[in-house]
């Protein structure tokens, strides 16, 4: 099994996605109230070589000697990939053996404001960044970021990014009822992305209401109701969990192996994790599709949110 690397998943937006972390568990520079991996448990805008280039290198060759090639390589994981200082090479290596996969980055954006962020970003062929507000109130409240960031740095590092990158940025905004679909905040963000100018925005909501106590999601209507508000071009609802199912990625295994275990007893997302050793991004898209198909649900307890099996 490997360290740094899971799926193929089968992800959303980009098909059969070999997933590479670079940065261990919940490093990033935002604590979002939404994250479905949990609080973040080193919240820095310090770049550091994490994990050793050389350890990644390492896996993703054993990887291609050993197996197909996937239809994307997404840098992602479970916090903030452009943390790592070596991006810019693991991305050259990939590149440089595979120039025929394409590799995306999902990345929270907030870094762009740095140049050499910027710089190493350059020969990714889609970049992923996400934005949920354009006041710092609304950042500070839905994103709770590190020390030092600020929205409008943060707005300008996606406007120079723009500027300087050829490939495609698909801009991710989530809503979050109560916390960023007031007008003001919709008006705001509204001309961010007339400034950002991406060549997509995906509007997003929680995919399971449970994660994290407190929050819900928005509906489709309301989601339907910003896109009328906003009256911008190329914007999207990410298509939901249930069409996952039909992604010839989805494996009968790997949620067998996740019903198994919350079938002995609840288990939190990081229980799944340690039991089965699959990746938590991974099982989060696997909870969701089983939540959806009403085979699971969550329970809060003072532990966090426990997954059972549903009763029917
Ligand atoms: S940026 Fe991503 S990984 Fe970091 S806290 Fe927010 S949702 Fe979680």
């Not at 996969?101 to 889609?126: C, E, M, Q, W, Y």
């Not at 925005?201 to 489709?220: E, F, H, Y």
Request: glycine share 8%.
């Amino acid at each position: 099994m490997y360290k740094y690397l899971f799926g193929p998943v089968p992800s959303r937006r980009l098909g059969m996605s070999l997933g590479v972390d670079l940065v261990p568990r919940k490093v990033c520079s935002l604590d979002c109230v939404y994250c479905e991996v949990g609080k973040t448990t080193k919240l820095t805008t310090e770049r550091k070589e994490y994990i050793l280039f050389g350890k990644i290198q390492e896996e993703l060759k054993h990887y291609f000697d050993h197996n197909p090639d996937p239809d994307y390589i997404t840098f992602s994981g479970s916090g903030e990939p452009t943390l790592n200082i070596r991006l810019g090479d693991v991305l050259d290596f990939i590149k440089k053996i595979k120039p025929g996969i394409p590799v995306a980055v999902l990345t929270n954006g907030t870094l762009l404001s740095d140049k050499a962020v910027r710089k190493s970003l350059l020969k990714s062929d889609i970049v992923l960044p996400s934005l949920d507000a354009a006041t710092e109130e609304g950042f500070i409240k839905i994103n709770r970021p590190a020390q030092g960031i600020k929205i409008d740095a943060y707005i300008q590092g996606l406007v120079d990014f723009r500027n300087e990158y050829k490939g495609k940025i698909w801009l991710e905004i989530l809503i979050l009822p109560g916390y960023n679909d007031s007008e003001k905040e919709l008006w705001e963000l509204k001309k961010a992305i007339l400034r950002i100018k991406p060549d997509r925005v995906q509007l997003n909501t929680l995919d399971r209401p449970g994660t994290i106590s407190g929050i819900g999601k928005a509906s489709i209507e309301q989601l339907e109701g910003i896109i009328d508000f906003w009256g911008l071009e190329a914007i999207e609802i990410i298509a939901k969990a249930p069409e996952r199912k039909n992604n010839p990625a989805y494996r009968s295994d790997v949620e067998t192996a996740i019903l198994e275990t919350i079938a002995r007893r609840p288990c939190t997302l990081e229980d799944i994790q340690k039991i089965t050793g699959i990746h938590v991004n991974e099982i989060n898209k696997y909870l969701d599709t089983l939540e959806t198909d009403g085979k699971v649900s969550p329970v809060e307890l003072e532990r966090g949110i426990f997954y059972q099996i549903k009763e029917r």
